[in-house]
């Protein structure tokens, strides 16, 4: 397996293994090693299915389940509830109508953020696996939230330090108008706002990064209008082109991402035209954040 670094050096781009058989603990632990260094890693003419794509995702530990990810009930669902359906297409495989809830709810990924920041045990890694990819727009865009702290003036840093953000799905939606009375009975956990620190120290290599997301709402113990415009100025600050990598996709890439380290978002595509098929599964993170668990 070797890694190649991509511009801006926060991702690197992987060949040299197939990731659709099984791997041994090595080429897992290289894989790890690979995402502690880069944060993103790419992989191309992987030929996953859901259930190869899962078999995989459970090397890096529990997946989480998506279903409260979505605004489609249970029943309506055209992948198994592990399996994140990140593309515009309905149970029947037809592309979703302009005014279709689940795609105004999906139009949420657009903003920049980190995966499942509003729950109490945010996401670790994200895998996304293209199936279909529309002839143009549609990439997805990453922000090195380590070079973003790193770039930080002094002050800053010691100001952020200790500063605790909420998060809500509730927040992001308000972001783009979604109408909260479209939220499912089923959603509802997803609006109680979780605590967790502005500032996060990656487990393995100790480095500190901004955990910033489009679900932060409030910082505790400010007024909200100061802390939303603080948090816009560092969200402004930590998406310049110099901390940012866009990936363009090709069918079969997999990228996986550290939802610690990194934030991303959706690019525009035509969707009421185009088929864009992607899959994601997603690693729960270990546990709680300090900060959430003094606050549950
Ligand atoms: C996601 C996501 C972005 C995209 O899968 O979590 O935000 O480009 N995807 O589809
Ligand atoms: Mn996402």
Not at 31 to 37: K, N, P, T
Not at 253 to 278: C, G, K, P, Q, S
Request: without cysteine; hydrophobic residues 35%; glycine residues 6%.
């Amino acid at each position: 397996m070797d890694i190649t670094p991509l511009s801006p050096g926060f991702a690197g781009d992987v060949t040299g293994i197939d990731l659709t058989r099984p791997l041994t603990a090595p080429q897992v632990a290289a894989i790890e090693g690979g995402m502690d260094r880069f944060a993103i890693l790419v992989f191309h003419d992987q030929h996953f299915d859901d259930d190869t794509q899962l078999a995989f995702s459970r090397n890096f530990g529990q997946l989480e389940v998506s279903s409260g990810g979505e605004m489609a009930k249970p029943e309506d669902r055209r992948l198994k509830l592990e399996m994140a359906d990140i593309s515009n297409l309905d149970r029947n495989s037809q592309l979703r109508a302009a005014d279709d809830r689940v795609r105004l709810n999906a139009l949420g990924n657009r903003l920049w953020h980190s995966d499942a920041s509003f729950r109490a045990v945010p996401a670790k890694y994200s895998l996304l696996s293209a199936r279909i990819v529309p002839g143009a727009g549609g990439n997805t865009e990453f922000a090195d939230m380590r070079a973003a702290y790193d770039a930080l003036d002094q002050a800053t840093k010691t100001e952020i330090e200790d500063l605790v953000t909420e998060h809500s799905n509730a927040y992001s939606r308000e972001i783009i108008g979604f109408p909260k009375e479209d939220y499912g009975t089923h959603n509802q956990d997803k609006l109680r706002p979780v605590r967790h620190r502005l500032v996060r120290t990656h487990p393995v290599t100790g480095r500190k990064s901004l955990y910033l997301s489009a679900h932060i709402g409030t910082i505790v113990g400010w007024p909200v209008p100061e802390a939303r415009a603080f948090i816009r100025d560092l969200t402004e600050h930590a998406t310049q082109p110099r901390f940012v990598h866009a990936h363009r996709w090709r069918p079969w890439d997999l990228v996986i991402w550290d939802n610690r380290t990194t934030m991303h978002r959706a690019r525009r595509y035509n969707d009421l035209r185009e088929v864009r098929d992607m899959r994601r599964s997603t690693i729960r993170g270990d546990a709680m954040t300090a900060p959430q668990q003094e606050a549950a």
